[in-house]
């Protein structure tokens, strides 16, 4: 039995395989997907996720570091000066 603690399958870059990943997932052995739903907009399809594939569980959470990523993206670093580089 293995479980997958950190996963991202609500991601829109899953749309066109997640069945075919859980499915792999599956395969290997894992028994239970945790679902990372890391803000408001993503928690309700972790559970729509959960209610469509038994294997998933989700886990709520609110990371507010995932608001920087365009300015990572972006080569800029957006964190406000604390003092400590």
């Known amino acids: 039995m293995f479980?997958?603690?950190h996963l991202h399958l609500a991601d829109v870059t899953?749309?066109?395989d997640?069945?075919?990943v859980i499915n792999r997932a599956s395969t290997?052995?894992?028994t239970t997907l945790v679902e990372i739903a890391?803000?408001?907009e993503t928690w309700e399809t972790a559970v729509r996720l959960a209610d469509q594939y038994p294997s998933s569980t989700p886990a709520?959470?609110?990371i507010?570091?995932?608001r920087m990523r365009?300015?990572?993206t972006a080569g800029l670093n957006c964190r406000k000066s604390s003092g400590n580089s």
Do not use: K, L, M
Request: contains cysteine; aromatic residues 12%.
């Open 14 to 16: 899953y749309d066109q």
């Open 18 to 20: 997640r069945q075919a």
């Open 70 to 72: 365009p300015c990572r």
């Open 64 to 66: 507010p570091i995932t």
């Open 3 to 5: 479980v997958d603690t």
């Open 60 to 62: 709520w959470a609110f």
């Open 28 to 30: 290997a052995g894992v």
């Open 38 to 40: 890391e803000s408001p």
